[in-house]
């Protein structure tokens, strides 16, 4: 599976274009299936419907535990590092760890859990996170894990979206100097949904909490004394393996599908190959598993290629900046994966710190989640690889499970800020607004990808129209992603960012929808627009555009309360960095808001607003920015 040279790239990604089920049909075959499938591939982007080795029948965690496990049963799989230095780090072999998942698959089935259902995990980042998905996994259940990071309203919606009868959380979790209480959220949340039958609970921090006897059951009083072997679930190729909720345009939150079979060879293929993984390497990838990355990349992928990997709880600037570069000399970290947001906040501190520590082991960094740019590449490059470790800028998504534009490490020649070119089996288009195709090198237009690949997202949970008209309507017989992008005179892709109403914010997905319905709850707020603007350290911040339904005395004072609300609805990460007040907003005749001409004085343009002719009440356009410029002065 591993291609070893450009050449080979070249030659491989050739032939995987043009023979893609063969392609897809040979790199399958390293895999343990209970059964073969009939036919690789069945698919069409209308409906959409697409299918993977079609009748296969696996256990993907038999690919990622018991193989591994035969093979090398003393070999680490993670290294836990907590919350502060201080406390006790362990490891976790490949025998360990599918003996605790199989506890923990043997206890939710003690609990009721069938295949098929839904099991919610809130949990911080700790080995149990991973343990409890792989469980669900083992005996054919649903996980849909939430980030620790969302408000109870958040988990909430989506314990009620999919219908969740169980959840798995732990009394509280450790972040730098904060406690994140999440029990108590989730008893909060439970409040407002009907289908949660039992919460298992782990002790983590020890911190006293609300304990319902009837429906929460601690997690080391019913998974320790469970039998250590638990026979796998026989899935088929295409049965759903986990539900993750991403934002969009519009809307709340939609589940994100993924299936077992082409998920497990995509998400093991691509990590091999990105990253170059060898037998010894020990790989750190610093997201949190409550997102997409912590799926494919710390759970999945690396499990399916036998690798050790660091899990790590806390944040990269306690107990001080160079707690990062402290693990990576720990644990001879080999392949260091993070998000440009990380390395930017960091390179605020400068090099002094980071020049208390080796860094020697490294071989390869990588980037993911927003554009990386130029400087924060460059000062990755120069300051943690020593100029000698290549970046490897992923380029993917919720929906595509895995990487697909990427350098390969040590292979693909790199260009700072450049995703650079196409995994194998993976044809990107660009189009313009009208859906036809650019052709040629030089060119910039909406990025869509022409054929489908193992992982692609199969539906959005219980609205499959949702799934159609959000990814497979803008343009025909294509997937769009909904980013922007260029293809230099090299055919080098290079990322320009979100083209719709969805804001990148230090990484993180956020619907500029869903925050505007959080702020319009305010009782001082009529209407809302938000728009992102280029931050230096979160890539993206988010400012606020808001109607008073009376004079507003103190901004600071309802900025402050719309940041709490957010909070509450939805999570601190989507708390605005600035609130504007405004009497109007730049409507069409049709009542549509021109977010294009708020982004642009939101990002300080004065003058060059392009056309404004279909606006409404085009004066509104000039007081706002008028109000802006007042407010800059004082
Ligand atoms: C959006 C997807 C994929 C894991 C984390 C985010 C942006 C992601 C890059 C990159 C430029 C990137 C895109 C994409 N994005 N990686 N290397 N360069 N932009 O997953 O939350 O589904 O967000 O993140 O805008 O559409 P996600």
């Not at 054919?140 to 314990?159: E, M, T, W």
């Not at 009083?221 to 088929?236: H, L, N, S, Y």
């Not at 990148?504 to 500029?512: A, F, L, M």
């Not at 929808?513 to 209407?527: F, G, K, L, R, S």
């Amino acid at each position: 599976m591993l291609i070893k040279s450009f050449d080979e790239y070249k030659q491989v990604y050739d032939y995987s274009i043009k023979n893609p089920e063969k392609f897809w049909d040979e790199i399958a075959q390293n895999f343990y299936w209970r059964k073969k499938w009939d036919k690789v591939l069945e698919w069409n982007f209308r409906d959409p419907n697409i299918k993977w080795f079609i009748n296969g029948k696996l256990n993907i965690t038999e690919n990622c535990l018991d193989i591994p496990a035969k093979k090398h049963p003393d070999k680490i799989a993670f290294y836990f590092e907590p919350n502060h230095p201080d406390e006790k780090s362990y490891s976790i072999s490949y025998k360990e760890l599918l003996e605790k998942v199989c506890q923990a698959a043997n206890a939710l089935k003690e609990l009721g859990v069938k295949k098929g259902d839904r099991v919610a995990i809130y949990m911080p980042m700790i080995p149990e996170a991973t343990i409890a998905m792989l469980a669900c996994a083992r005996i054919g259940a649903i996980h849909s894990v939430v980030f620790g990071g969302f408000s109870a309203q958040s988990l909430a919606d989506r314990i009620n979206d999919a219908e969740c009868s169980i959840l798995i959380t732990a009394d509280a979790g450790k972040r730098g100097n904060k406690i994140v209480p999440l029990k108590q959220t989730a008893d909060e949340a439970i409040k407002s949904t009907h289908s949660i039958k039992k919460v298992l609970v782990l002790k983590h921090t020890g911190e006293s909490i609300a304990f319902d006897n009837q429906r929460d059951v601690w997690w080391h009083e019913i998974v320790p004394q469970q039998k250590t072997f638990c026979e796998p679930e026989v899935m088929d190729s295409e049965d759903m393996l986990f539900i993750l909720y991403t934002s969009g345009s519009t809307g709340k939150p939609k589940g994100v599908v993924h299936t077992t079979g082409g998920y497990m060879v995509y998400t093991a293929y691509s990590f091999l190959n990105v990253f170059q993984y060898e037998p010894n390497d020990i790989y750190w990838c610093t997201a949190d598993v409550g997102w997409i990355t912590g799926h494919s990349y710390i759970v999945y992928g690396p499990l399916l290629n036998g690798a050790t990997s660091v899990i790590f709880e806390g944040i990269p600037t306690f107990p001080d900046a160079g707690r990062f570069w402290q693990i990576i000399d720990k644990y001879k970290v080999t392949h260091f994966y993070t998000a440009p947001t990380a390395i930017r906040s960091l390179e605020a501190f400068g090099t002094d710190i980071i020049k208390q520590y080796k860094l020697d082991s490294l071989k390869v960094l990588g980037s993911v989640g927003e554009p990386i740019n130029e400087e924060a590449w460059e000062w990755y490059y120069q300051n943690i690889g020593k100029g000698k470790c290549p970046i490897v800028d992923t380029w993917w998504q919720t929906e595509t499970g895995g990487i697909l534009i990427s350098p390969l490490a040590n292979i693909t020649p790199l260009k700072p800020s450049y995703a650079t070119l196409p995994l194998p089996g993976i044809i990107p288009v660009l189009v313009d607004d009208k859906g036809n195709e650019i052709q040629g090198n030089n060119v910039e237009g909406n990025l869509c990808i022409k054929f489908p690949w193992p992982s692609i997202i199969r539906t959005t949970y219980g609205n499959h129209e949702r799934c159609r008209q959000t990814y497979f309507s803008t343009y025909e017989n294509l997937y769009f992603t909904g980013d922007g992008c260029k293809r230099d005179q090299d055919g080098y892709y290079r990322i320009t960012g979100r083209v719709d109403d969805v804001i990148n914010v230090s990484g993180h997905r956020i619907g500029t929808a869903e925050i505007e319905d959080a702020i319009n709850q305010h009782p001082d707020i009529v209407e809302s627009a938000v728009v992102g603007y280029p931050h230096p350290i979160k890539g993206q911040g988010i400012y606020a555009y808001v109607i008073p339904t009376k004079e507003i005395k103190d901004v600071k004072l309802l900025h402050k309360e719309v940041n709490d609300l957010i909070t509450k609805i939805i999570g601190p990460i989507a708390k605005t960095d600035v609130i504007q007040v405004v009497s109007g907003l730049p409507k069409t005749r049709s009542g549509k808001i021109m977010r294009r001409i708020l982004r642009k004085i939101a990002e300080g343009e004065t003058y060059n607003f392009g056309d404004t002719t279909t606006l409404l009440d085009p004066s509104v356009v000039d007081e706002i920015k008028q109000a802006k410029l007042k407010s800059e002065l004082r």
